[in-house]
């Protein structure tokens, strides 16, 4: 979709600048943090003024502002700390110049706020030639500590460019279930803008906890977090497709496009959700029913035979909330993003996110799943935006589109469900890197017969979910040619779907292969032909394996040859990919054997340590050992193939002790280990649930 276009139909909010020299009766310049995701640059004539668009600024800017620091940063919002007290000044469009309604002028915010008008500096052209771009300057006196949210036309300038002095203990940090000390307010959290293509940090990694707690969850080695040494390797496994898919196709009108504007087919996730409910011991899907038309719902008894209730809503069909149900407008269902909350406490235990067009995000509580209400509409953000929760630090997360890095993300985090929605402490997040492959298989001829290369790939969605004793993210990378290419061939555009871990929620480490997870078919006439889409939940556990529901479109084939959406959004269905659980990297010894040994570790609770590790065909040991490295007490050789096996009991006295553990291994892979009772159970996340489990939880 066109990104100008959505951005006149948004609410469209303040321009800020703090400029040093223009004080009041010689009141001091104050000073400001920014948050993660800007920089500092020199106030000039033809310097670029946003990082996500293309505007520089004029000529004709007020010469006082010439030569100034100021802060670039996104088009669409910033947000920054007052560190010293002082006055700052607010450049916002005069309403006379604006559209109709006053966007995006903020004139009256700003005097809600208690700024004045600053009438000795004129009005000037910040950028472009349109009235539009002009700016009037406001004042304010602000404090020391106060924090300001600023959306669209955000640029901050003219502070002393030494940021102030901060000590750590004023930023607000929690000590997470796993030893990692995090900043609470993302805006204090690292600066993901810094690092252009290369590949994000993961500050976690390169200085873990000195002892790590491991009471929560299967411990998995998807990284080097637990690893102090090893000479075994690191096998990266990917999901295998069903033979069944798919296993939701678009059968009724609502599905098939009947009812919708567009005409088009469609009955997959598309994020939504696929959930097991053990409250009702079912499986419980919301999706897209005909693209642009509703979120519907379905359940089945056995995760492949779906069942369509006629819901309320409308008493014809399964929809949970009609297209048209804000203010009069035609709301066209873009995506959504259906969560179960583990922790609900007000009986609403379904939360939903739907982003519709054109009014943008609304989130919806449910007691049940099919019955929902709406609670409020969101700040702005691009379309594709979904919702996650983290149950670790029981925080609402929004991982918004964004264009800070190509097509990429934003994260606003709220320990407040509907306050959340206010994006408050939105910050750049994630995207995709150098590491991701350009898709050379899909290069495209123009007219001429002129060879092009792809565009560099880019994170088109980003869901994530609590799984065992980590948050698991499934990045759809979109590769392959632009849009224009691909509907002119009559496909899908190209996004498969690759995975990432996270330790503390917010920054992500990524496999070292980055080939596909989840790969698109790329064959004419596969259903999952390509724009592959991860669901809300991400997977569910089922027995011994992992349940990956995902969205595969099909593009324009049979009866839907020649659709006029040019097959960029024809014929969506779902499917399902397996995978071992927790079997996404196993810790291989060969032949020749290897041994790991972890990092200084602690557990609390249980006497049994379990492991999931195959070792059919060679064997399995493994010691507890001090924290000089004396051996405490050794398991005998495992030699079978289980996802959860207990390897060595009688292990109280060690509880709340600093211990390591040592694996020794000859033909095996090792896939995690936890410490427990009798039950085995874990104690850790279930991602989507588990037919075996009373909830979320493995407890």
């Known amino acids: 979709m066109n990104v100008e276009k959505v951005l006149t139909l948004s609410v469209l909010a303040a321009a800020v600048c703090a400029l040093s020299g223009f004080a009041a009766d010689g009141a001091p310049t104050a000073k400001i943090k920014p948050c993660a995701g800007s920089e500092i640059r020199q106030f000039a004539p033809g310097e670029r003024l946003f990082f996500d668009r ?65 009438n000795d500096i004129p009005v000037s052209q910040l950028f472009n030639t349109s009235d539009k771009e002009k700016v009037r300057v406001w004042r304010k006196q602000v404090k020391e500590g106060e924090r300001y949210e600023l959306d669209y036309w955000c640029v901050i ?5 030494k940021p102030a002095v901060t000590v750590k203990k004023d930023v607000p940090r929690e000590t997470l279930y796993n030893g990692i000390v995090l900043e609470t307010d993302p805006r204090d959290r690292t600066d993901m803008r810094k690092y252009g293509r290369y590949p994000l940090p993961v500050p976690y990694l390169d200085n873990p906890p000195a ?27 990917k999901a295998q497709k069903d033979p069944k898919n798919p296993v939701l196709r678009p059968e009724t009108p609502l599905e098939r496009g009947a009812l919708g504007p567009i005409k088009t087919p469609m009955a997959a996730p598309f994020s939504g959700g ?63 993003a259906v969560i179960l909350d583990p922790d609900a406490t007000d009986g609403n235990r379904f939360k939903a996110f739907i982003w519709s067009r054109p009014q943008g995000g609304e989130i919806f509580t449910s007691a049940n799943g099919t019955d929902w209400e709406w609670r409020a509409a969101c700040a702005w953000s691009g379309d594709r935006s979904t919702l996650f929760y983290n149950p670790f630090r029981k925080v609402w997360c929004y991982s918004l589109r964004d264009f800070w890095s190509a097509r990429s993300r ?66 759809a990378i979109m590769s392959g040619a632009d849009n224009s290419e691909f509907q002119r061939r ?48 991400i997977c569910l556990v089922k027995g011994d394996e992992l349940l990956f529901y995902y969205t595969g479109f099909a593009g324009q084939i049979g009866e839907w040859k020649d659709h006029p959406v040019g097959g960029l959004y024809t014929l969506a269905q779902m499917g399902i990919a397996r995978l071992r659980r927790d079997g996404f990297a196993s810790m291989d010894a060969g032949r020749c054997g290897g041994e790991l040994v972890t990092r200084p570790i602690r557990f609390t609770r249980g006497d049994r340590l379990f492991v999931n590790a195959n ?85």
Not at 218 to 232: E, G, N, W, Y
Request: proline share 5%.
């Open 54 to 118: 293309h505007f520089v600024i004029s000529k004709k800017v007020a010469p006082q502002l010439v030569g100034k620091s100021f802060v670039y940063a996104s088009i669409n919002g910033i947000s920054f700390r007052v560190t010293q007290s002082g006055e700052i000044l607010a450049l916002t469009p005069p309403a006379e110049f604006t559209d109709k309604g006053g966007k995006p002028s903020q004139e009256s915010e700003l005097k809600k706020l208690g700024f004045a008008e600053v």
């Open 157 to 161: 300038a003219g502070f002393d460019p």
């Open 211 to 237: 002892v790590i707690p491991v009471d929560a969850g299967r411990q998995l080695f998807v990284d080097d977090f637990l690893i102090a040494s090893t000479t075994m390797v690191r096998t990266w496994h």
């Open 274 to 336: 696929v959930w097991f409910d053990a409250t009702d011991r079912l499986y419980k899907c919301w999706y897209c029913a005909g693209w642009f038309d509703g979120t519907a719902y379905a359940y089945s008894k056995d995760g492949y035979n779906w069942e369509r209730p006629v819901l309320k809503v409308d008493g014809k069909t399964n929809r949970i909330v009609k297209p048209e149900t804000r203010d009069g407008k035609n709301c066209h269902r873009d995506s959504a």
């Open 410 to 475: 934003q994260l606003a985090e709220s320990k407040d469900f509907v306050a959340g929605v206010a994006y408050t402490n939105r910050v750049c997040w994630q995207r995709a890197d150098c590491c991701d492959r350009r898709d050379m298989r899909w290069v495209y001829c123009e007219e001429g017969n002129y060879e092009k290369e792809p565009p560099e790939p880019s994170l088109y969605n980003l869901d994530c979910v609590a799984y065992e004793s980590l948050m698991l993210g499934a990045y």
């Open 490 to 537: 009559g496909s899908p555009k190209l996004t498969e779907l690759h995975l990432g871990f996270s330790r503390d929620g917010y920054h992500f480490s990524r496999p070292e292969d980055r080939s596909p997870f989840i790969p698109a078919s790329r064959t004419y006439g596969a259903w999952d032909r390509a724009y592959l889409h991860s669901n809300a939940a």
């Open 615 to 699: 070792a059919a065909g060679g064997e399995l040991k493994v010691e507890i050992l001090d924290e000089d490295g004396q051996a405490l007490a050794a398991s005998k050789p495992f030699t079978a193939n289980a996802v959860k096996s207990e390897i060595l009991g009688g292990l109280s006295s060690y509880a709340g002790k600093t211990i390591r553990l040592r694996f020794t291994a000859r033909d095996t892979q090792l896939y995690a280990f936890w410490f427990s009772d009798a039950s085995g159970r874990s104690r850790g996340y279930l991602a989507g649930g588990s037919p075996e489990a009373d909830g979320l939880k493995d407890e």
